[in-house]
């Protein structure tokens, strides 16, 4: 397994979700923004788990602590 450093989120993500509240209202252009800059400057185009090369992003997604399902209930 991966240690993750995690960076403060890019300036444009916090910009852009400012006033939404689910993660379906965030557009796919901003969540494969934030996808390829997590494996660029995070992860080293790797999985954190298995240490498997990601080549394609539509191969993976955002993991998170709450499921997304449980948000904004």
Do not use: W
Request: with cysteine; net charge neutral; hydrophobic share 35%.
């Amino acid at each position: 397994m991966i240690k993750i450093n995690k960076q403060e989120a890019p300036l444009y993500f916090t910009e852009h979700i400012k006033g939404k509240m689910l993660y379906k209202e965030i557009e796919l252009n901003i969540k494969n923004n934030i996808k390829l800059d997590i494996l660029d400057k995070e992860q080293n185009y790797a999985c954190c788990y298995c240490e498997i090369e990601i080549k394609y992003i539509e191969d993976g997604h955002i993991d998170h602590v709450i499921p997304r399902s449980k948000l904004n209930k």
